[in-house]
């Protein structure tokens, strides 16, 4: 938590005050958006808070190659936004149903869920199920990444100020499930699913899993067992075995791993079916 | 049965709560709501070992911070020990806990306190002391407590009413009637159940919390968020070693009690530091704290053996439970009796019945009081072992249980032997619509037609289930109840009482009660309750007393007041006081004459032979009439994940008459929705060093609104000749509903009986996987 | 710190220091409606409206409040008159202890501002961060329901 040792709330107007800010504080200094992150986990060192609401980068624009989330939008405002309602078949507002509360989805932004980098984050899940990338601002320059590659390169991630995560429009049929105790609750598991067909077979097949207790990452695995394939009863199921016997699982407080893997099998199916289905209703 | 049921003109109705306008406005009702300048915010060191010694304290640093007012430890406050359980004196609880003492017990316990300018301040202080322990071999399950040669958690010499602190037993009871060896031997079936239940905790919305003062005439107040005002007057008075005429303790509007709050946490703690310092102080637990240094449930582990004969009847009954109660002994002897006590008598005609256990010491978070009290545990085997017995029976389970509960005109030799850690008190039931509600329960479920069909949805599988239970109302010739009430020349009346309202809305239906007997509307009582300066004697909220002792004092101390009003009134209408009565805000003759209550008042208060309309009167209760309950839910089990749903939920519950329909039935669903948490996603996690690892709302799922099943309380009523108004109690039954219902019920759907709570996917779908390897 | 915010229809200015946060500046100003459940965003006693949305003020840094409207279930009634949403609680029963409820009843007050006549799922869902313990929900998803047909009524007699 935040202590008494932070002496500074800034608010920068543009860009290049907010990266001069950022390097000025260095670890000292943390980004805001909603804000959630920092009031909960900030560590008691901080110095310098740099709020990046005043930005303009809450904007969410459906362009006809990429969906474009500001980085500062709520999860709220990405959830009614009328862009979303029928992205990847309404994949958007089905996980953010399920993500925290109401709360805190009008607090939390998308940038921050994605900053924060949670392991049980269902946002993180189905943005990488949709091959997002993520727009960072550094020294002047708008340099765009794969999100997965941001996620895995902590570093830049902790130093970077990131403007907007964009998803690219394809002929993506998706899905999601999440295994919970309650209904406001995080995930024992997550499971994000979207697949490109290619005629009667699955081109570019997305699996993700998270909260395995680690963060959402894509199963590679059980992407390739599916590529080329067709969605029948069969190639479900063994896609379903490969995922829940290599899926990287651990025990923790919520489950444990030998239960995780149960749930990733019985996830990937149900995405895979749901998949299906959508691929043939053509939504 | 039928009974004359006057028609009651304030009473029976779900009118609004006289605290509700304030509470819905956000006005400043709770403790944390007054702020008064120079208070001092007070902080807690707790432990981070489970069982330690202090060899070395040293506060010198924190005291030297700016802005640190005190550093409280065991060399600067009295030693006294005590119980911080808030009971009737003499206690039933052990006096094993002091203030602070060169021992710590569990993760959490206190070694020192802080009282500083700011929160701020306070919490850097706490980590400026400096602590040496020197480790001792810890306690972390019941199982190790009472082996020979285990580390023995209460060796001091001064603490007292510790059954065998050498081998960590808080408590022991044993009580049998007949011979149940025997009576096994005579039955024709037997059916036996191990069950356990684990940490769980009330999470009151509003944690524990005081604030602490001086008056004018430097008495201490305490204001703060208790169950047990006239308790905590007394302990504290016994702890820090001052007059009990020299503190006052208020109870304003609290968030949530559920028991937790009937324990003497804080208010010791910060009365010192006011004591200390001559400034206000104010304590507040945070919500980790609240989960490990508060209360908890007691888990427990219970053993049920049922004997019964061909034809059903129970002929054997054999309850033997062993209870964790943590590292203190508040409530450990008395949660452990009432598990046999509120659970046994309900199969009363089994003639050989045996009650035993033993409550120990373990080096972990400490139960206390919650809801239910040791009865919510004791029904989960009771209530299975009941289903499988049916089962072996190939009987309904609805008619094993009509053939062996309780009714109206018989007695358990239970009530008798066993009671609030002593004897009890014999007493026969009065009241019981238990078969009406066993009736309208299955009716309004579906029981006939779902029961048994296994109906499949994808890969969810329904089943019902259903279990019955009973409660008390009250301690029998233990608890007592005051109330004042007196007349304002409006025709109004100032009702005073200790009864403590926790939100469960007793000063609306105390306030009911005193209004239909003085044939005034209920605005016209102006309610003022759990002050111990001006409201009269009262044990407090626990044990289900407040409806049916709390009201029947009120209900005496009304009839006073109704005869000195009757008193005045007669001559002014020329007619013996006996022709008349009170109604609609006048005292009425047969003749049709009558006069205004304030104009009785302004008579007695100005005119003539003047006095104060005004009464007291008391309740001791000399049994304790059961409420009964008859719960039925459908639940939906996914056999691929081993997810439990609850579908619908339905409680048949017989309270007597309900004094507010409204507030009966919000008892009901807040006890039953609190149930199903316990019974499907509550559990304290512990370290194997004994740490409570998910000390947060984040981590413990309690049921949020998306987890609301469809919920249906039937108010079944009957008329309990010796409540007020016929009235029992509904305060705890509900909770104890939801663990041996779903229970059942996911019997009913997938054939496995779970025996461990919180019924998890996981521990479902391992229970599932058993059965099908099994075959 | 200085910031200047609105608070049920009122223009304040408070000094803050920088990691303060909403709830506590608040309660410290005088609003004891808005609740301490936890601190961390899980039970929702501190929700308040938040430039027209509903927001956990225990996570809300004050300083971003510079310039906000914020309301408070203070803001909520008009005199004696209750709100609606208000006097929806009240009659159903929905009030125990009432600590949950001011929360509560900002969350409805967000919910039935948006969508006037919520389905039973709709009212579950913006409440899901509303914890409470002593009501079983039962009676509040009942007020929500009523509290939106009241709130018809009401704009169709205006």
């Known amino acids: 938590?935040?202590?008494?040792?932070?002496?500074?709330?800034?608010?920068?107007?543009?860009?290049?005050?907010?990266?001069?800010?950022?390097?000025?504080?260095?670890?000292?200094?943390?980004?805001?958006?909603?804000?959630?992150?920092?009031?909960?986990?900030?560590?008691?060192?901080?110095?310098a808070l740099i709020d990046v609401t005043g930005l303009g980068l809450g904007v969410i624009e459906g362009g006809k190659d990429v969906l474009g989330i500001g980085a500062t939008a709520t999860?709220?405002?990405?959830?009614?936004?009328?862009?979303?309602?029928?992205?990847?078949?309404?994949?958007?507002?089905?996980?953010?149903?399920?993500?925290?509360?109401?709360?805190?989805?009008?607090?939390?932004?998308?940038?921050?869920a994605v900053a924060s980098v949670h392991p049980w984050s269902d946002v993180i899940a189905v943005l990488l199920s949709l091959d997002a990338s993520a727009v960072c601002y550094e020294e002047?320059?708008?340099?765009?990444?794969?999100?997965?590659?941001?996620?895995?390169?902590?570093?830049?991630?902790?130093?970077?100020?990131?403007?907007?995560?964009r998803l690219p429009r394809a002929a993506r049929f998706a899905a999601f499930e999440k295994f919970a105790r309650t209904g406001f609750d995080v995930g024992m598991l997550n499971c994000a699913v979207s697949v490109i067909p290619d005629g009667q077979v699955c081109n570019t097949v997305r699996m993700v899993f998270g909260g395995t207790?680690?963060?959402?990452?894509?199963?590679?695995?059980?992407?390739?067992?599916?590529?080329?394939?067709?969605?029948?009863?069969?190639?479900?199921?063994?896609?379903?075995?490969?995922?829940?016997?290599?899926?990287?699982?651990?025990?923790?407080?919520?489950?444990?791993?030998?239960?995780?893997?149960?749930?990733?099998?019985?996830?990937?199916?149900?995405?895979?079916?749901?998949?299906?289905?959508?691929?043939?209703?053509?939504? | 049965m039928t009974h004359d049921h006057k028609t009651f003109d304030v009473v029976g109705k779900s009118l609004r709560k006289v605290d509700g306008v304030a509470l819905v406005t956000g006005k400043p009702e709770f403790v944390a709501d007054l702020q008064l300048p120079n208070t001092l915010h007070v902080k807690i060191l707790g432990s981070k070992l489970a069982h330690a010694k202090i060899a070395k304290l040293d506060v010198s640093d924190a005291e030297a911070m700016p802005g640190v007012a005190c550093v409280l430890t065991y060399k600067n406050t009295p030693p006294t020990r005590h119980t911080t359980a808030g009971q009737g004196y003499p206690e039933p609880s052990p006096y094993d806990t002091r203030m602070f003492e060169q021992k710590v017990r569990f993760i959490g316990d206190r070694v020192a306190a802080v009282a500083a300018e700011t929160e701020a301040i306070a919490e850097a202080a706490i980590k400026a002391i400096h602590v040496e322990y020197e480790e001792l071999p810890a306690v972390l399950s019941m199982d190790e407590a009472r082996v020979e040669g285990a580390p023995v958690i209460h060796d001091e010499a001064d603490s007292t009413g510790i059954y065998d602190a050498a081998h960590n037993i808080v408590a022991d009871v044993d009580i049998d009637v007949g011979d149940v060896e025997k009576g096994f031997t005579e039955?024709?079936?037997?059916?036996?159940?191990?069950?356990?239940?684990?940490?769980?905790?009330?999470?009151?919305?509003?944690?524990?919390?005081?604030?602490?003062?001086?008056?004018?005439?430097?008495?201490?107040?305490?204001?703060?968020?208790?169950?047990?005002?006239?308790?905590?007057?007394?302990i504290v008075a016994q702890t820090l070693g001052i007059p009990m005429r020299d503190i006052r303790v208020i109870k304003p509007r609290i968030g949530g009690g559920f028991g937790t709050k009937q324990e003497v946490l804080l208010e010791d703690v910060a009365g010192w530091v006011t004591l200390q310092t001559g400034r206000p102080a104010f304590l507040s637990l945070t919500r980790q704290e609240e989960f490990a240094a508060s209360r908890t449930r007691h888990p427990m582990r219970i053993r049920v053996k049922l004997g019964a004969k061909t034809d059903g009847r129970l002929h054997a009954i054999e309850m033997e439970a062993t209870s964790n109660t943590g590292a203190y002994g508040s409530h450990g002897l008395t949660v452990l009796a009432n598990t046999g006590s509120k659970t046994l008598p309900l199969y009363n005609k089994a003639p050989n019945a045996?009650?035993?256990?033993?409550?120990?010491?373990?080096?972990?978070?400490?139960?206390?009081?919650?809801?239910?009290?040791?009865?919510?545990?004791?029904?989960?085997?009771?209530?299975?072992?009941?289903d499988e017995l049916a089962e072996r029976l190939k009987m309904d389970p609805i008619e094993l249980r009509r053939l062996n509960h309780i009714r109206v005109g018989e007695t358990s030799p239970i009530f008798e032997k066993l009671g609030e850690g002593r004897e009890g008190v014999s007493q026969t039931v009065k009241s019981c619509e238990m078969d009406r509600c066993l009736e309208l329960g299955a009716e309004r479920i579906a029981w006939a037609k779902k029961r048994g069909r296994r109906e499949r949805d994808g890969s969810w599988v329904h089943g019902l289930g259903m279990a019955i239970m009973m409660q008390g109302s009250g301690i029998p010739e233990i608890d007592m109840a005051a109330a004042t009430i007196k007349m304002n020349e409006d025709?109004?009346?100032?009702?005073?009482?200790?009864?403590?309202?926790?939100?469960?809305?007793?000063?609306?239906?105390?306030?009911?009660?005193?209004?239909?007997?003085?044939?005034?509307?209920?605005?016209?009582?102006?309610?003022?309750?759990?002050?111990?300066?001006?409201?009269?004697?009262?044990?407090?909220?626990?044990?289900?007393?407040?409806?049916?002792?709390?009201?029947?004092?009120?209900?005496?101390?009304?009839?006073?007041?109704?005869?000195?009003?009757?008193?005045?009134?007669?001559?002014?209408?020329?007619?013996?006081?006996?022709?008349?009565?009170?109604?609609?805000?006048?005292?009425?003759a047969a003749n049709g004459s009558s006069v205004s209550l304030a104009r009785v008042c302004q008579r007695a208060m100005y005119e003539s032979d003047q006095f104060q309309i005004a009464a007291t009167a008391s309740c001791v209760p000399t049994e304790s009439p059961p409420p009964f309950l008859a719960n039925f839910a459908e639940v939906a089990v996914d056999t691929e994940t081993g997810l439990v749903r609850v579908l619908h939920y339905v409680a048949a519950v017989d309270c007597g008459v309900a004094i507010n329909p409204q507030l009966a039935e919000g008892q009901m669903e807040g006890a039953i929705v609190n149930g199903i948490g316990y019974a499907l996603t509550e559990e304290m996690v512990l370290s194997s060093n004994g740490r409570v690892r998910n000390p947060t709302l984040f981590d413990y799922k309690i049921p949020g609104i998306l987890d609301l099943p469809k919920l249906e309380i039937l108010l079944v009523e009957s008329y309990e000749p010796t409540g007020p108004m016929g009235a029992k109690s509904v305060g705890e039954i509900g909770i104890n509903g939801p663990i041996p219902t779903i229970a059942n019920a996911i019997y009913d759907a997938v054939g496995v009986r779970l025996t461990e709570t919180p019924f998890t996917p996981e521990r479902v779908l391992t229970a599932l996987r058993s059965k099908e390897r099994a075959g | 710190m200085r910031i200047n915010l609105n608070i049920?229809?009122?223009?304040?200015?408070?000094?803050?220091?920088?990691?303060?946060?909403?709830?506590?500046?608040?309660?410290?100003e005088g609003y004891m409606g808005v609740k301490k459940g936890c601190g961390s965003g899980d039970c929702g006693a501190c929700a308040v409206l938040f430039n027209g949305h509903a927001v956990n003020s225990c996570l809300v840094f004050a300083a971003k409040a510079d310039g906000a409207e914020i309301l408070t279930v203070e803001g909520l009634a008009k005199g004696r008159a209750l709100h609606p949403i208000q006097e929806a609680f009240l009659s159903v029963g929905a009030v125990q202890c009432g600590y949950c409820t001011p929360g509560m009843v900002i969350s409805t007050y967000d919910l039935l501002s948006r969508t006037p006549d919520p389905s039973e799922q709709e009212i579950r869902e913006a409440l899901s961060g509303n914890l409470c313990r002593c009501t079983g929900y039962v009676k509040q998803i009942e007020a929500v329901k009523k509290a939106a047909a009241l709130l018809r009524e009401d704009s169709h007699d205006a």
Request: charged share 25%; net charge negative.
């Open chain 1, 1 to 47: 938590m935040v202590s008494t040792n932070t002496k500074q709330y800034l608010k920068p107007v543009s860009l290049d005050e907010a990266w001069r800010l950022m390097k000025d504080h260095g670890s000292k200094g943390k980004l805001v958006g909603g804000g959630i992150d920092v009031v909960l986990y900030g560590p008691p060192e901080t110095e």
């Open chain 1, 75 to 112: 999860l709220t405002e990405l959830l009614e936004h009328p862009a979303t309602a029928d992205l990847h078949s309404g994949i958007l507002r089905e996980v953010l149903v399920c993500v925290a509360s109401p709360l805190l989805r009008n607090l939390a932004t998308v940038g921050g």
């Open chain 1, 140 to 165: 002047g320059k708008e340099i765009e990444f794969p999100l997965e590659q941001l996620l895995e390169n902590r570093e830049r991630l902790h130093n970077t100020l990131i403007i907007q995560v």
């Open chain 1, 213 to 283: 207790p680690a963060i959402a990452k894509r199963l590679r695995s059980a992407e390739e067992h599916l590529e080329g394939k067709p969605l029948t009863e069969s190639t479900i199921e063994e896609t379903a075995q490969v995922a829940a016997n290599a899926l990287d699982v651990r025990d923790d407080l919520r489950a444990s791993a030998s239960y995780r893997r149960d749930l990733a099998a019985v996830g990937t199916r149900r995405c895979l079916k749901r998949v299906a289905e959508r691929w043939s209703a053509g939504i």
């Open chain 2, 187 to 234: 039955s024709d079936l037997i059916v036996e159940q191990t069950c356990e239940t684990q940490y769980a905790q009330h999470t009151p919305i509003e944690t524990h919390v005081v604030l602490s003062y001086l008056d004018n005439a430097d008495r201490l107040v305490l204001r703060t968020s208790t169950q047990v005002p006239f308790h905590v007057r007394r």
């Open chain 2, 354 to 386: 045996h009650f035993y256990g033993q409550a120990v010491y373990t080096n972990l978070a400490v139960g206390g009081a919650y809801r239910g009290y040791g009865a919510t545990q004791g029904y989960f085997p009771l209530e299975t072992a009941m």
């Open chain 2, 491 to 588: 025709g109004s009346f100032n009702l005073l009482m200790g009864a403590t309202d926790l939100g469960t809305g007793s000063d609306t239906i105390l306030a009911q009660i005193a209004a239909e007997v003085l044939g005034v509307p209920l605005e016209k009582m102006l309610v003022t309750s759990s002050d111990t300066d001006f409201t009269p004697f009262d044990v407090g909220a626990y044990a289900s007393s407040t409806t049916y002792v709390s009201g029947m004092a009120v209900q005496r101390a009304a009839e006073k007041v109704r005869e000195q009003i009757l008193d005045v009134a007669a001559p002014l209408l020329g007619d013996a006081a006996e022709g008349l009565e009170l109604k609609h805000e006048a005292v009425r």
């Open chain 3, 8 to 28: 049920n229809g009122t223009q304040q200015a408070f000094e803050i220091t920088p990691e303060e946060k909403l709830l506590d500046v608040l309660r410290r």
